[in-house]
């Protein structure tokens, strides 16, 4: 039972427009949510997170958002670059100092120029 | 500069030969862990490590072992590898349970089991 979801393998934007990366989760004691972005040949690397006490959190272009009624949370990439194409994973961590992160599956963003 | 390291990156073995997959970081962080990446089903974690001398299982352990009698040192133990193992790993490592848990991952080893 996958508690992460990403529900869109993959993701085709406009270089200059808005990406928008979703996922869901199923597990209502996740209270801290990360998104990674990995390029090929290489390891994920950290791009922002949030706590569930928040429902948005901004750094340069990137802003995630965060619903706990809807147990789904987006990544907002604006304005898209190029170099914004990558595999973006969701990830989630349990309160009280969890050592675990759950992952999504991933969505592969193209960003065209 | 501040990295996980992994060794070796690429590795094609037979089936039953040891094999271990070392990680290292030089971050003095607490908490260590490894992964496996599959398509189509992401990231999935295979053992975690609190610090030295304290490891546990995390969501896919069969067939896996790991240790930690260094802080710096994570290595990956797959005692009698088979064809359903063949897949890409990570270790990763982080300054242990605190926001925002961020990990920092090595660069990969992609393992093929014949």
């Known amino acids: 039972d996958q508690q992460v979801k990403q529900n869109s393998p993959s993701l085709s934007v406009q270089e200059g427009r808005i990406s928008i990366l979703n996922c869901d989760y199923t597990n209502s004691m996740f209270d801290y949510f990360l998104w990674y972005k990995k390029y090929p040949a290489e390891g994920p690397t950290f791009l922002i997170s949030?706590?569930?006490?928040?429902d948005k959190n901004e750094d340069g272009r990137f802003t995630v958002f965060l619903n706990k009624s809807a147990k789904h949370l987006s990544l907002h990439i604006v304005p898209s670059q190029p170099g914004d194409s990558a595999v973006y994973f969701c990830a989630a961590s349990l309160r009280a100092g969890s050592y675990q992160l759950t992952f999504g599956k991933g969505t592969k963003l193209s960003v065209i120029p | 500069e501040a990295q996980v390291t992994q060794n070796p990156r690429y590795l094609i073995t037979v089936t039953g030969k040891k094999l271990t997959v070392t990680c290292s970081q030089n971050?003095?962080?607490?908490?260590m862990s490894w992964y496996r990446q599959d398509p189509g089903l992401g990231l999935r974690q295979i053992y975690y490590?609190?610090?030295?001398?304290?490891?546990d299982k995390g969501d896919v352990p069969e067939g896996y072992k790991v240790s930690r009698k260094e802080k710096r040192n994570f290595p990956l133990i797959l005692e009698s590898p088979s064809p359903n193992q063949t897949s890409l790993y990570f270790c990763?490592?982080?300054?242990?349970?605190?926001?925002?848990?961020?990990?920092?991952f090595g660069p990969g080893t992609r393992l093929t089991v014949t």
């Open positions: 990763a490592s982080s300054l242990g349970a605190v926001p925002p848990y961020e990990q920092y």
């Open positions: 971050m003095n962080h607490e908490y």
């Open positions: 490590s609190m610090n030295v001398e304290v490891t």
């Open positions: 949030i706590s569930s006490i928040k």
